[in-house]
């Protein structure tokens, strides 16, 4: 569960480089691709361009190098030619990669065109659960703290966060101790320490955060049809608080 400062160094290239598959997506116009072409893009970029491996692919028996999510979709969306991203969707492109023996994992909500004002709001309220989550994070807190902030933030804008899927150790393993729940009580739970590593990925929904998974056994939907937005970081505590080793060029103001 605790990493020595040499392993950090090597996750520390795992995350820059995720980091630098969706400052490569950031540029790219979603709006007509099929969610298959993007699975394809990103495999690419991983394994030619950054000689890295997609660290989804084949675990768990998934086929695919990442999860797309499409508006009232929450998570585990597999990738299709028959699925056209189209002009006011949101999408939310979970990917991970292996380099040297350790994973990264990081997630972003894409706001693809024109997009309705309730649905760029919502996905303002998931990245900014997020945020909330990793600010409380640094030696001594809990976990029950990360929490409560990440479901405080939402409830105060009126959504709701899953409580079924949660984010969770990482390393060598892609899933990894302990479970990084987007709830919880301030001061309860794990105890953090100096060189843990984990996720913090809350998915907050516009509606109830009931959810249903459908028949190919990966989609994971909200019960109600309303829409879902995700985010998603790797983050390690340090001696003084927090290194969110997934950091994209564009989000060194909010670290």
Known sequence: MVKTADEITLMRISGRLLGSVFEMLDTIDL????????????ERFIT?????????KGQYGFAYVLNCSI?????HG??????????????????TLEKN???????????????????????QIAEGAMWAGIRKVRPGAHLGDVGYAIEKHARKHGCS?????????????????????????????????????????????????QTVTRDDGWTVATRDGKLSAQFEHTVAVTESGVEVLTLREGERNRA
């Open 161 to 209: 966060v899953v409580r079924e899927y949660c984010g969770h150790g990482i390393g060598r393993e892609m899933h990894e101790d302990p479970q990084v729940l987007n709830f919880g009580r301030p001061g309860r739970g794990l105890q953090l320490r100096e060189g843990m590593t984990f996720t913090i990925e809350p998915m907050v929904n516009l509606g109830s955060r």
């Open 101 to 123: 023996g350790f994973i990264a994992d990081s997630s972003k909500t894409y706001v693809v065109g024109n997009a309705p004002p309730p649905a760029k709001r919502l996905v």
């Open 48 to 56: 030619e361009d950054l000689a890295a491996r997609p660290a989804s």
């Open 71 to 75: 508006n009232d979709v929450v998570c």
């Open 31 to 42: 709006c007509g691709m099929s969610t298959m072409q993007i699975n394809d893009l990103v």
């Open 78 to 95: 597999v990738p299709s030619e028959d699925e056209i991203v189209s002009d006011g969707d949101i999408i939310n492109l979970d990917i």
